[in-house]
T-cell receptor
Framework: AQSVTQLGSHVSVSEGALVLLRCNYS??????LFWYVQYPNQGLQLLLK??????LVKGINGFEAEFKKSETSFHLTKPSAHMSDAAEYFC????????????FGQGTRLTIIP | DTEVTQTPKHLVMGMTNKKSLKCEQH?????MYWYKQKAKKPPELMFV???????INESVPSRFSPECPNSSLLNLHLHALQPEDSALYLC?????????????FGPGTRLTVT
């Protein structure tokens, strides 16, 4: 069964600093991978997704993620953090075959220090 | 229009009440989902509808009863809930189930069971 692990339940970065949120997956074949963001009292918004077209995926709000099969990783980065980036971030995986059952990581709460 | 709407935003109900949550999308999506999210946790899949037919039930208690009247609407009927059922209930939709299509989430219904 596929699973996803997010390293670090809380990450704090200074405004303007690099944001790096880590995600590792476990699957027998490379799955589809997603990053979602959740602001307080809101639903989830898709940041980006990997479906095998390109290993470096660019998303909204300046975020990008790189798929590394050898490391089974899909880390999320942003060169310069903004205060508005403070939120909960979820990495999610789904199988390539069968119904799209999204399995989420435990989430990483990103805090931006002014 | 990439919006999924959910009503009501907030719901307080007693353990003997019957209530319903409603979800609507007009993106032509043929897969719709219900998730349950407890505080500081990731969303947990409850049900998946594909082409208006129930395709996944994640062993959800029968006090939760989903219904998909048409391709745009998804309901979740609630009866005899327990206090531990208090959570944020999220609806999502995707073009079809599987194949890496991203899910679009609604803002959620915050349910409190007293």
């Amino acid at each position: 069964a596929q699973s996803v692990t997010q390293l670090g339940s809380h990450v704090s970065v200074s405004e303007g600093a690099l944001v790096l949120l880590r995600c590792n997956y476990s699957s027998s074949v490379p799955p589809y991978l997603f990053w979602y963001v959740q602001y307080p009292n809101q639903g989830l918004q898709l940041l980006l997704k990997y479906t095998s077209a390109a290993t470096l995926v660019k998303g909204i709000n300046g975020f990008e993620a790189e798929f590394k099969k050898s490391e089974t990783s899909f880390h999320l980065t942003k060169p310069s953090a903004h205060m508005s980036d403070a939120a909960e971030y979820f990495c999610a995986v789904s199988l390539r075959v069968g119904a799209q059952k999204l399995v989420f990581g435990q989430g990483t709460r990103l805090t931006i220090i002014p | 229009d990439t919006e999924v709407t959910q009503t009501p935003k907030h719901l307080v109900m007693g353990m003997t009440n019957k209530k319903s949550l409603k979800c609507e999308q007009h993106m032509g999506h043929r897969a719709m989902y219900w998730y349950k999210q407890k505080a500081k946790k990731p969303p947990e899949l409850m049900f998946v509808y594909s082409y208006e037919k129930l395709s996944i039930n994640e062993s959800v208690p029968s006090r939760f009863s989903p219904e998909c009247p048409n391709s745009s609407l998804l309901n979740l009927h609630l009866h005899a809930l327990q206090p531990e059922d208090s959570a944020l209930y999220l609806c999502a939709s995707s073009q079809v189930s599987g194949q890496g299509y991203e899910q679009y989430f609604g803002p959620g219904t915050r349910l409190t069971v007293t």
